[in-house]
C-alpha cells in the first residue's frame, strides 16, 4: 500500500480517488477531467465558497483552500457519480457543489450536463439509446462486445444516461456494460403494456401482476435493484386509460419499494406524431419524465408537449432526432416527396435535388446528421438527446455534435418557413 503525507494529514492513496474507492475504470477519461473552469463559475454563484482552485493529478483530486493549504482527496471530497456532481467539503463539513461540466485537461468542454426537471438528476445533454433500428448495433448485424463497447465508449466521454427498454433486448447488455460501474449512471428502462407478440397499439393489456414481473426481469437483466426511472412503453392515445387505471398504481408500489425512482411515460410518434396521447397524459401529474418524438421535419412537441411540461417541470426526452429520415439520403426524398404530394410542404421552397442542402456549409453544420442533433440540443424545451447507434465513430460524432452550439439564425428560420407546421410524419 502507497502511502503520501499531502498538507500534514497522511492518506491512502487508493482512498483518494473520491470518484469510485477501490474501482478500476472510472466514467471518465483515462487523462481524467479539468474542472477548475467549474469551480471559477461556481466561486461566482457561492462567493462564501472556500474554495480556489481543484487539481485532477493521477486520477486524485487536490484542492486548494482559500486558507492557502493544499489538502488532498477523500476526506475533503464526495462525488455524487450519478448526478456528476461533486461536492467538497468545509473541514467543518459544510457542502460546497463543485462541478457539473465534465472537460477535458485543456479546459474544452467534452460534456455538458443539465437538470431533468423536477427529478433533480444532472444528467449529460446526450443521451445513450439502446432502440431504435440500430440497438446499439445488434439490429445491425453487430455482436454484443461492440454494443458492451458503444456503452463504455459513451460513459468515457461522459454520457450519464442510458436508455433501454424490455423490447429491445439491450437490457443485458447494458446490465452488463454498467456492472461495477452502476452508480456512474442514470439508468432508463420501458416495460410493455401489451403481452408478447400482441399487436403493440391493440388493447390485450397486460395485468399489472406480469406487468410488476416484468420489471423484476428487467431488473435482473440490468444487473440492479433499481432504475432511475421506469418508462410505460410507447402508449397510444387509446391505451392510456388503462395505463392509469392499472399499471401507474403497480409504478406507484414499485417507487414505494425503491426499485424505481422517477416515473416515465413514452408516446407511440410513429402513429401519434401529433402528440395526441402526451397532450392528454400531461394533465395527470404522475409523471417526472416524458419521452417525445421531435426533429426538424416535425416539429409540433415545441407548441403541443413543451409548455405543458415546462410549466409542470417535467423532464423532457427528445427521441427521433435523426432516425432515418435524417440519416439516410434515400429515406429523406421518399418523405419530401410525400410531404409536397399530400400538400403538407411547399415543394416550390425545395431544393428537389438536395432538400437539406443549405444546413450544411462552411461555417455551418458538417452534416444533416450534425445538424438534426444541433436543432433538437438547443430547442428550448428538451433536455437530453438521445442518440442510437451501433457505430463507434457515429457515437463519437454525435457527441461532439451536441456540445456544438445552435445552428445560425437563418437556417433555423428556414426550416420553420418549410417544415414548422408539419406534424403528419415521424421520420422513421
Ligand atoms: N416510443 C419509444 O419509447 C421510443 C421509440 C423510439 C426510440 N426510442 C428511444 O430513443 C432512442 C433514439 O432513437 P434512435 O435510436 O432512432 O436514434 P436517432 O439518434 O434518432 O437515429 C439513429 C439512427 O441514425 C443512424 N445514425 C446515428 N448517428 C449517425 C451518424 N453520425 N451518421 C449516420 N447515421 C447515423 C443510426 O445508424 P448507425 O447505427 O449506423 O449509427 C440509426 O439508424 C432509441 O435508441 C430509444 O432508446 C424510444
Known amino acids: 500500500m502507497l502511502w503520501r503525507k499531502y ?17 478500476t475504470r472510472l466514467l471518465l477519461p ?23 482552485k481543484l487539481y485532477f493529478y493521477n486520477r486524485n483530486v487536490f484542492i486548494l483552500w482559500r ?35 465534465i472537460a477535458d485537461r485543456k479546459g474544452a468542454i467534452i460534456m455538458q450536463m443539465t437538470t431533468l426537471g423536477r427529478t433533480n438528476l444532472t444528467v449529460s445533454v446526450a443521451g445513450l439509446g439502446c432502440g431504435g433500428h440500430s440497438r446499439l448495433g445488434l439490429g445491425t448485424g453487430g455482436g454484443e462486445r461492440q454494443a458492451i463497447s458503444i456503452v463504455h465508449a459513451a460513459m468515457d466521454q461522459g454520457v450519464n444516461f442510458i436508455d433501454t427498454a424490455q423490447v429491445y433486448g439491450t437490457e443485458d447488455v447494458v446490465g452488463r456494460a454498467v456492472d461495477g ?11 410493455q403494456i401489451v403481452k ?39 402508449v397510444t392515445p387509446s391505451q392510456y386509460g388503462y395505463c392509469m387505471k392499472e399499471l401507474v398504481p ?26 395526441d396521447m402526451l397532450t392528454g397524459a400531461l394533465g395527470d401529474d404522475c409523471w417526472d419524465v416524458i419521452m417525445a418524438g421531435f426533429n426538424l421535419i416535425n416539429p409540433s412537441a415545441r407548441e403541443r408537449v413543451f409548455g405543458q411540461t415546462h ?30 404530394r399530400d400538400g403538407v410542404i411547399d415543394g416550390g421552397k425545395l431544393d428537389a435535388d438536395d432538400p437539406l442542402g443549405f444546413l450544411v456549409h462552411d461555417g455551418g453544420a458538417a452534416s444533416i446528421v450534425e445538424a438534426a442533433y444541433r436543432f433538437c440540443r438547443h430547442q428550448s424545451g428538451t433536455d437530453i438527446i438521445l442518440t ?23 437556417c433555423l428560420q428556414r426550416l420553420e418557413d418549410l417544415f414548422g407546421a408539419v406534424d403528419c410524419i415521424s421520420g422513421n
Not at 8 to 23: H, K, T
Open 67 to 101: 486558507g492557502g493549504v493544499f489538502l488532498a482527496g477523500y476526506a475533503h471530497v464526495r462525488c455524487h457519480w450519478p448526478d456528476q456532481t461533486l461536492f467538497a467539503y468545509y473541514p467543518n463539513h459544510r457542502e460546497w457543489p463543485v462541478g457539473c461540466t
Open 7 to 23: 498538507g500534514g494529514v497522511r492518506e491512502r492513496c487508493a482512498d483518494l480517488n473520491p470518484f469510485r474507492p477501490g474501482s
Open 388 to 410: 442510437g447507434t451501433g457505430n463507434r465513430n457515429h457515437l463519437e460524432e454525435n457527441l461532439s455534435s451536441l456540445q456544438k452550439p445552435p445552428l445560425a439564425e437563418a
Open 311 to 340: 410549466e409542470k417541470n417535467i423532464g423532457v426526452l427528445n427521441m427521433f432526432a435523426v432516425r432515418r429520415a435524417l440519416s439516410n439520403a434515400d429515406a429523406l426524398d421518399e418523405i419530401i416527396t410525400g410531404l409536397i
Open 250 to 275: 403497480a409504478l406507484f408500489r414499485l417507487r414505494e419499494q425503491g426499485k424505481i425512482r422517477f416515473l416515465g411515460l413514452t408516446e407511440r410518434f410513429i402513429t401519434d406524431p401529433r402528440h
Open 181 to 191: 460501474n452502476r452508480d456512474q449512471v442514470m439508468l432508463s428502462t420501458k416495460v
Open 196 to 234: 408478447p407478440g400482441a399487436k403493440p397499439t391493440g388493447e390485450d393489456y397486460i395485468s399489472a401482476d406480469v406487468f410488476v414481473a416484468n420489471f423484476d426481469d428487467s431488473l435482473k437483466r440490468l444487473r440492479t435493484d433499481y432504475v432511475d426511472i421506469a418508462h410505460l412503453h410507447g
Open 30 to 52: 483515462a487523462s481524467g477531467p479539468d474542472i477548475r473552469w467549474n469551480i471559477h463559475k461556481r466561486k461566482q454563484a457561492h462567493p462564501g465558497n472556500p474554495i480556489r
